[in-house]
């Protein structure tokens, strides 16, 4: 433990050993108890941890409805960071979990309580708290921001069953998404950053249109009716979750095309919490006020409908955020360059970096809209967040030395 | 005339002498030919021009109806080129000119044909051609913008009559305001900058019904009745002027107040006509694309109802133009300087000079409006442009030498 002195943690490229290597392991690994398994420790690695503070992930959390372009939006965060997320490797092939070099994404559906055969004796969705074990997802997600090996389950969705659990290390940035990441209190204070993908009744709609009735061949009817079933639990545990998030991407009908449903063209709000450590929010042209800009003209020329963007303040559940709106989709890369160089705040590293980022996931879903662009843009947020965290505690202990 | 030589006319501050001074100025004087005169000379004036060209004014025409605010521009123009216009020293008191370092005003009304008597009886208004020498006003003004004196009439507003005439010497800018600067073809062409100011029938029966009924005492039925007397002619001869001016300031009703009639709060445009010489319009934030901005936010409040600007592309009576637009008054200087400091192409000479003209003239109508922002703005515009042509008339002959 030699190695793990105070000036190592000064450095984002010789972080402490994890706690996952050799034979550290066995001790600081919390174990997933609700499997049959019985075994929880957490002493040791504490200790280890407060000498280590760079290896302590900075937390993330995502949530959104199945189906929700959240994958999408995982695939943008980590190449942001210059990786691509893979599945463990050697693991069980239906594990839900993405690792990239700096990232590791879990889905929070690893830690229901009831299967799929339990659910239904029970008769309840998986949206139900009830179906979910949140302690177990509390002590994990504290044991990896400790900087602490977990074993985590794995409910495998292709049998709705819970397989043998998989071991999880701590990354520098660890992200849980799916129905609860902010739904129970005690995670919901360990989140560095949330983030919560709104999808309006009406598009959530049309997407499920598009793909159940027009690719599986299901009835408008049956359609219509699984999404009725789905709402009252939706509503009374995953909706209220976006009042707490720090982000929020609201994705809703186009104004440009009156009376639209196709679900194609979107507009697409970035609702951006004031007063968040470590987060600026973007903003267009002029901070703090009221703007709308349509920015094909003279200078760029759009097809139908066009593209307009909307920015300023607004209340959001009480709390005073700026919102950054987009309506319409881009055409050609040119409109994506011009759009960005009149954006502020972005914390781009270099000019034209949404822009390269967008290009280089120019078939991900959303690539020519604010889907994509918002979730581009949350990524590059996370990084400089997480490169502020880094910076301030490897300030820290310097502080500390001069005193 | 050796004097005036090529490098002289290099200078701004260094002039070739006035047709008006010493013996030169009974040779070049045009006169006033309408009034029981006959004499007209043009010929030696001309070939005197030719080496002189700092001499020859730039020719500013400014169209409106009576009563629309035209003085109050010409105060702001005079002022930004640093002095204050005064009606001519020791002349007729009832002279409609207005004489600053810089720049002559005259009033179109002095070529009234008819006067007042004269227009009862043959049943025309002012506004009627038929009531104006336009041959006059274009010899006239063609005699000063070729840099020679002349005897200009005066109606005299008081009497109903034309008075005896008064001399106008070539100032660096000559402006003729009235009701037809752009009506007649041959005057128009001299021109060169035109602005037109167009008071919407809602404001412009809110203002009279402010002052004549509040004021004066009249009934509302007698002030409709005016109004509806003059409208006929005002469209027929005055209105369709302002399809060719370059700047158009449009005012209208505010749309911040639901239903407002009062004319108190004011939604002015400011219409720039695309692709005029020595001319590039204002724009906010973005050039050519379609904004709309509410300043009040977080780093400026307003009281009700708020202010509200737009700038965007747009075609004005077949021409390409771009138009600003404010919504609302302003309440406070910072709120001034604020906005001054998100618009381009001012063609300000230091940050905060639109600020610093319009608190000038804090007591002028329309100070805390775009009424006189814009009227500012013109006249920074119309400077640009005077300083523009003045340049390139020096860069001329340097060009010639070369060869």
Known sequence: MAICS????TSLHSPCPTVSNTGFRQK????????????????????????CSVEKPVVIGLAADSGCGKSTFMRRLTSV????????????????????????????????????????EKGVTALDPRANNFDLMYEQV????????????????????????????????????????????????LLDFSIYLDISDEVKFAWKIQRDMAERGHSLESIQASIEARKPDFDAFIDPQKQYADAVIE????????????????????IMKEGVKHFNPVYLFDEGSSISWVPCGRKLT???????????????????????????????????????????NLS??????????????????G????????????????????EQIVAERAGAPAETAKV
């Open 81 to 120: 960071f210059g990786g691509a997320a893979e599945p463990p490797k050697g693991g069980n092939p239906d594990s839900n979990t993405l690792i990239s070099d700096t990232t590791t994404v879990i889905c929070l559906d690893d830690y229901h309580s009831l299967d799929r055969t339990g659910r239904k």
């Open 302 to 344: 759009c097809s139908y409908p066009g593209i307009k963007f909307a920015y300023g303040p607004d209340t959001y559940f009480g709390h005073e955020v700026s919102v950054l709106e987009m309506d319409g989709q881009f055409d050609r890369l040119d409109e994506l360059i011009y759009v960005e160089s009149h954006l502020s």
């Open 142 to 189: 504290k044991a990896i921001k400790e900087g602490q090996t977990i074993e985590k389950p794995i409910y495998n969705h292709v049998t709705g069953l819970l397989d043998p659990p998989e071991v999880i290390t701590p990354p520098k940035i660890f992200v849980i998404e799916g129905l609860h990441p902010m739904f129970d209190e005690r995670v919901r204070d």
């Open 251 to 270: 994705v809703l009908p186009t104004q440009l095309i009156p009376d639209d449903n196709e679900g194609k063209v979107l507009r697409v709000k970035l």
């Open 6 to 9: 105070a000036h190592t943690t």
């Open 28 to 51: 600081q690994v919390i174990f997933f108890t609700s499997n049959r398994r019985s075994g929880r420790r957490h002493g040791g690695a504490r200790t280890f941890q407060v000498s």
């Open 348 to 365: 781009t590293k270099f000019y034209g970096e949404v822009t390269q980022q967008m290009l280089k996931h120019a078939d991900f879903p």
């Open 367 to 386: 690539s020519n809209n604010g889907t994509g662009l918002f979730q581009t843009i949350v990524g590059l947020k996370i990084r400089d967040l997480y």
